[in-house]
Antibody
Framework: QLQESGPGLLKPSETLSLTCTVS??????????WGWIRQPPGKGLEWVGT???????YYNPSLKSRVTISVDTSKNQFSLNLTSVAAADTAVYYC???????????WGQGTLVTVSS | EMVMTQSPATLSMSPGERATLSCRAS??????LAWYQQKPGQAPRLLIY???TRATGIPARFSGSGSGTEFTLTISSLQSEDFAIYYC??????????FGQGTKLEIK
């Protein structure tokens, strides 16, 4: 199972910080990657980025300058930081276990993050 | 930039019918194509990867086909629980693993 946690309301220019806690399996498995996908209300899906347990990361080029994904294997968690948020970053953020780097085969329930002044 | 185009945007069908959903890539993605199902208020669920391999626990009525730039998701006999939005995703050219805009499968 995967569970997202973090603030649901941010002001423009703030930093979005979310954590995904993985249970029922080890984040250090060599078989999987871990990542974040977002979905603006009423719109489609956008891959944000991926991390491997070793710390290797892959980011969406459209967000790369603002995104950092990190992993804490001791806590079986990985985290997303997105700086300088704007209204366009309002979305449901999902964490997911990934195969082939970007394909989500298990997803968290998602958490809505709203950016509003 | 890789663009994934799904058609139709909305498909109105009745239970028991056969549904065919299409996904087209702007350039070849080989067989690196996944399909997801999403119901309102829920996370997406992986149905198909590798263009034609069903994910764990996915019923046999779901099948995927295609390679290169043209892909199809077929639901052989629609059940009530199949009415949802379906997304394709390419993972041949990443980052990013770009998604299509979705096809809404609704009850006629």
């Amino acid at each position: 199972q995967l569970q997202e946690s973090g603030p649901g309301l941010l002001k423009p220019s703030e930093t979005l910080s979310l954590t995904c806690t993985v249970s029922g399996g080890s984040i250090s498995s060599s078989n999987y990657y871990w990542g974040w996908i977002r979905q603006p209300p009423g719109k489609g899906l956008e891959w944000v980025g991926t991390i491997y347990y070793s710390g290797s990361t892959y980011y969406n080029p459209s967000l790369k300058s603002r995104v950092t994904i990190s992993v804490d294997t001791s806590k079986n968690q990985f985290s997303l930081n997105l700086t300088s948020v704007a209204a366009a970053d309002t979305a449901v953020y999902y964490c997911a276990r990934l195969i082939d780097v970007v394909v989500g085969d298990h997803w968290g329930q998602g958490t809505l993050v709203t950016v509003s002044s | 930039e890789m663009v994934m185009t799904q058609s139709p945007a909305t498909l109105s069908m009745s239970p028991g019918e056969r549904a065919t959903l299409s996904c087209r890539a702007s350039q070849s993605v080989s067989s690196n194509l996944a399909w997801y199902q999403q119901k309102p208020g829920q996370a997406p669920r992986l149905l198909i990867y590798g263009a034609s391999t069903r994910a764990t626990g996915i019923p046999a009525r779901f099948s995927g086909s295609g390679s290169g730039t043209e892909f199809t998701l077929t639901i052989s006999s629609l059940q009530s629980e199949d009415f949802a939005i379906y997304y394709c995703q390419q993972y041949n050219n990443w980052p990013p693993g770009s998604f299509g805009q979705g096809t809404k499968l609704e009850i006629k």
